[in-house]
């Protein structure tokens, strides 16, 4: 008989023995817990609970002990790839003392023994073209879990797209599940391809009229898929995303949808397929102009999906079209791109859609899971979905119904001069919440200390060409009118993004979102000039991103005064019951030069409520817990810490310095009776635990 990590026996019956023991364990932690998939301690999907509100219900850690933290052990990853992101992106999993996870660019999925950090057992997928090419390789962010009558079962979906169901005990594929696959190394249980699924009946495939190639996938002049979240398990049914080359990089038009793919938990029997990109006679075919449906796609869930299982709903965040930054081969407002789509989970039929921009062109896809929450709004109950952006809007939805929960209102947005450039000419506004950070750059945004600073900054921004407005569109080069680099504020720098995944309080209804100031300089040159040998696709674009140009950060500072207020970095709490910000606390400590400058500086001598630590850029980590919200980030000293913040003051009650800087979210579980803290490193993750 096979044994668990505690050298126990393992069992069905056991296993269960050892859950309902934890949840003896922890019960007084637990009181007035909400959502699903946190309970007993156990983080079970990425982002901790179906919902994704990376919460915690524990509360052995709070204000008065947290600094008294101590690293319980390291689990380090350089045996499965290079230290960095591609160590550092995924969320571990924790189940019934086992932590599970993938690692490095071949995304090996890896389980740990919580009590020591040794590795219990690895699984690595064998070479194919389809992996060699992926630029999403090491995003894995993650893996599945399941049990299947008690047994319990990893799903992870790989960058070649296969996805697996792996025995949680052992590491083997599981038997009798899926259909194989005809390669070296793979067999013919265990796994099956997601991309063979997504390419069957999809016309330029079926055009070709030749046999399916599993280490080719489908040929690259139609275009390339991978992945880069894990699927997620709901209700027996597991829900696969799709992504592409990065859009910034693309040069061609074509390229296959991002379609949603559905199998059965048990089976691997494939349930449904829902197009990302409309066919004939489907809802929203019409926004898709110039037949560029038919060849043209992306629009796929690269960022992690959320569900409800009480509702049998998941939630897909997509991106938009080929390619970022400019979209003039396919007219129309591009449904279901750049949308939270909600799909019945047994059958993949649309219940709702809300499409946050029409016709992208600024890099404005939905980059973090949305997170669920039950809330109070003028004494109506109301299950809501919220989705962070990157142009610094909470999109706040009913996640039954679709229909926003404050006003939301079509505005004009500045129309493209790029030749063959067709822009939609309004896009959806919320009223409330209030944008949380940085929308187009403008006079409000400068220091004005006094009026002398105020008309120093103004100067400064006028010669530097800084004011834009929100969607501002991106500029072409030697174009008529002698507009520079276009300034897209927030851009691919800027407002939330993939690192920094919102967190939140589902027994309170407040949510606590990340993002930074900053934006993005975009000029377009002719596609042949950036084109490059073995891109996926076949027709060279008219107009792509080009380098080089105007400078790429005038100067925006007085003598080293910054001319704009900050925080650089940030953490808002929004309550979801009134649409208030709570608070805001800037992301970590400005650098200690940087807080010199401000002091010291000859403009400010005696001037009163100015900010010394704008905070940092760049986006934290963040779990939420009964007492606490936990975010990452470096202190004056550039010492990578985790902090304490009070959830209800936004102010630090506590930090622990850590090895290394810490991204892309973070995790919790309760163990054996104790609370522990996951913390990703660039070298894989550390945990943290009261003495």
Not at 76 to 87: H, I, Y
Not at 457 to 477: M, Q, S
Not at 535 to 544: C, E, N, S
Not at 620 to 629: D, I
Request: charged fraction near 20%.
């Amino acid at each position: 008989m096979r044994s668990s990590p505690r050298g126990v026996p393992w069992s069905p019956v056991r296993a269960g023995l050892a859950l309902a023991l934890g949840a003896v364990l922890a019960v007084p932690a637990f009181a007035g817990a909400q959502g699903t998939g946190t309970e007993n301690g156990e983080w079970r999907y990425l982002g901790g609970d179906a919902w994704h509100t990376r919460y915690l219900p524990a509360s052995e850690i709070d204000a008065t002990n947290f600094n008294d933290l101590e690293l319980v052990w390291s689990w380090n990853g350089t045996s499965f790839g290079t230290p960095g992101a591609d160590l550092m992106r995924p969320t571990p999993s924790y189940v019934d003392g086992i932590i599970y996870t993938v690692a490095g660019a071949r995304r090996h999925v890896v389980a740990i023994d919580a009590n020591t950090g040794a590795t219990i057992w690895s699984h690595r997928e064998p070479d194919t073209f389809r992996w060699e090419y992926s630029m999403r390789a090491g995003y894995g962010k993650g893996v599945a879990y399941h049990e299947i009558d008690g047994r319990p079962v990893i799903y992870m979906v790989t960058p070649a797209r296969f996805l697996w169901a792996l025995d949680g005990i052992t590491g083997a594929p599981l038997e009798n599940w899926g259909r194989g696959v005809d390669l070296p190394g793979f067999g013919d249980t265990g796994v099956l391809d997601v991309l063979e699924d997504q390419a069957r009946d999809w016309g330029p495939w079926e055009d070709l009229n030749q046999p399916w190639d599993p280490y080719q996938g489908i040929p690259l002049e139609l275009g390339y898929a991978t992945a880069s979240s894990p699927p997620i398990v709901v209700n027996d049914v597991v829900v696969v995303g799709t992504s592409h080359e990065q859009g910034y990089n693309q040069t061609r038009m074509e390229n296959i949808p991002g379609d949603i793919v559905a199998y059965d938990a048990r089976t691997g029997e494939k349930k449904w397929k829902f197009h990302v990109v409309p066919r004939p006679g489907e809802y929203g075919h019409e926004t898709w102009e110039n037949d560029a449906w038919y060849w043209s796609g992306n629009i796929g869930s690269w960022a992690p999906m959320s569900a409800d299982p009480e509702l049998g709903l998941v939630y897909i965040p997509t991106k938009g079209g080929v390619l970022d930054y400019y979209g003039g081969f396919r007219p129309g407002d591009n449904l279901f791109g750049n949308s939270i789509i909600a799909l019945d989970v047994e059958t993949g039929e649309r219940r709702w859609h809300f499409q946050i921009v029409r016709h992208d062109i600024w890099n404005y896809d939905t980059p973090t899971a949305p997170v669920l929450l039950d809330v109070t709004v003028d004494g109506e109950e109301i299950p809501v979905v919220a989705q962070a952006t990157k142009q610094s809007f909470l999109y706040v939805l009913n996640r039954e119904t679709g229909e926003p929960v404050w006003p939301m209102e079509d505005r004009p947005v500045p129309q493209s001069n790029v030749p063959g450039e067709q822009l939609a000419e309004t896009q959806p506004f919320p009223t409330w919440p209030l944008a949380y950070d940085l929308q187009g750059r403008s006079e409000e945004h400068l220091i004005d200390y006094t009026p002398e600073i105020r008309q120093r900054a103004l100067e400064v921004a006028e010669a530097g060409n800084h004011f834009a407005p929100l969607y501002n569109p991106p500029t072409h080069r030697g174009n008529p009118q002698g507009d520079p680099p276009a300034r897209i504020c927030g851009g691919g720098g800027g407002g939330s993004n993939i690192p920094g995944p919102a967190a939140a309080d589902p027994t309170s209804g407040v949510i606590f979102v990340s993002s930074q100031s900053g934006c993005t300089f975009v000029e377009l040159v002719p596609g042949e000039e950036v084109d490059w040998d073995g891109a996926a696709g076949t027709t060279v674009v008219d107009w792509a991103r080009g380098a080089g140009g105007e400078p790429r950060d005038p100067p925006d500072n007085i003598d080293g005064l910054s001319i704009w207020k900050g925080p650089v970095g940030r953490i808002t709490a929004i309550d979801l019951n009134t649409g208030e910000h709570l608070w805001v606390t800037p992301h970590g400590d400005a650098p200690e030069s940087v807080q010199e400058t401000i002091r010291n500086h000859p403009l400010l001598e005696g001037v009163d409520g100015v900010m010394t630590n704008p905070g940092r850029g760049g986006l934290p980590g963040m779990m939420a817990t009964e007492t606490l919200l936990i975010a990452s980030g470096m202190t004056s000293d550039d010492t990578p810490h985790i902090f304490a913040i009070d959830k209800e003051t936004g102010e630090r009650v506590g930090q622990v310095p850590i090895p290394e800087a810490s991204t892309y979210g973070m995790g919790g579980f309760v163990h054996e009776g104790k609370q522990h803290i996951m913390v990703l490193q660039p070298t894989g993750f550390a945990v943290y635990a009261l003495p």
